[in-house]
């Protein structure tokens, strides 16, 4: 069964820091670009972060550049998202997704993603 399972999100104060993990299973993340993704209540799907399959390239929303790192462990199949500096407006569910595909900025742009997971819950608030 392919399964993409997210943990790490919770409750921060601003300024805070929380790192978001997507454990796969049922496939291999090495030939996939990652992204993480979020979605604001009233406010459609954003793309957040994306990396690419050769892990060399990565891409950022501008409202998130210098405070926001993706990274993966392809060792683990898990793709992380270090989040900084926290806002209330990053407030969101975080999704991560996998694409079979080397079009990694595509991938945040247009919000593509082969496999998704369940969402976690980030709330910032003091």
């Known amino acids: 069964q392919l399964q993409f399972v997210e943990s790490g999100g919770g409750l921060v104060q601003p300024g805070g820091s929380l790192r978001l993990s997507c454990a796969a299973s049922?496939?291999?993340?090495?030939?996939?670009?990652i992204g993480w993704f979020r979605q604001a209540p009233g406010k459609e799907r954003e793309g957040v972060a994306c990396?690419?399959?050769?892990?060399?390239?990565?891409w950022y929303a501008d409202s998130v550049k210098g405070r926001f790192t993706i990274s993966r462990d392809n060792a683990k199949n898990t793709v992380y998202l270090e989040m900084d500096d926290l806002k209330p407006e990053d407030t969101a569910v975080y999704y991560c997704?996998?694409?079979?595909?080397?079009?990694?900025?595509?991938?945040?742009?247009?919000?593509?993603?082969?496999?998704w997971g369940q969402g976690t819950q980030v709330t910032v608030s003091s």
């Open positions: 997704a996998a694409r079979a595909s080397d079009l990694f900025r595509a991938m945040c742009v247009m919000i593509l993603g082969d496999y």
């Open positions: 049922g496939f291999t993340l090495d030939y996939y670009s």
């Open positions: 990396i690419s399959n050769s892990d060399r390239d990565t």
